[in-house]
């Protein structure tokens, strides 16, 4: 399985971002997909999952302000970041749960205050 993310940038504190996450491969093995975010010098840590069944679990940190979702039909999953704050700055990751655990490159959000 192949995982390519995009959609990272820079925004002022309070924007919007879209992020993206397209699978490819054998994708017929992944039952769980999601997002994980490291700060500098701070651990990976989960920011969303969803599921193959659509059930989602969010971080704390993001709940009510991030939605991610899931197109089975184009083998992608998305993670909608609203009102951003700077502590929302990282490199962001998209990961899939199947046969193995699977990672995909790494995308900037940096949220200026």
Do not use: H
């Amino acid at each position: 399985v192949q995982l390519q993310a995009c959609g990272g940038g820079l925004v002022q504190a309070g924007g919007s971002l879209r992020l993206s996450c397209e699978a490819s491969g054998s994708i017929f093995s992944i039952n769980v997909m999601g997002w994980y975010r490291q700060a500098p010098g701070k651990q990976r840590e989960l920011v969303a999952t969803i599921t193959s069944g659509g059930s989602t679990a969010y971080a704390d940190s993001v709940k009510g302000r991030f939605t991610i979702s899931r197109d089975s039909a184009k083998n992608t999953v998305s993670l909608l970041m609203n009102s951003l704050k700077p502590e929302d700055t990282a490199v962001y990751y998209c990961k899939a749960n199947g046969d193995f655990r699977y990672w995909g490159q790494g995308t900037q959000v940096t949220v200026s205050s």
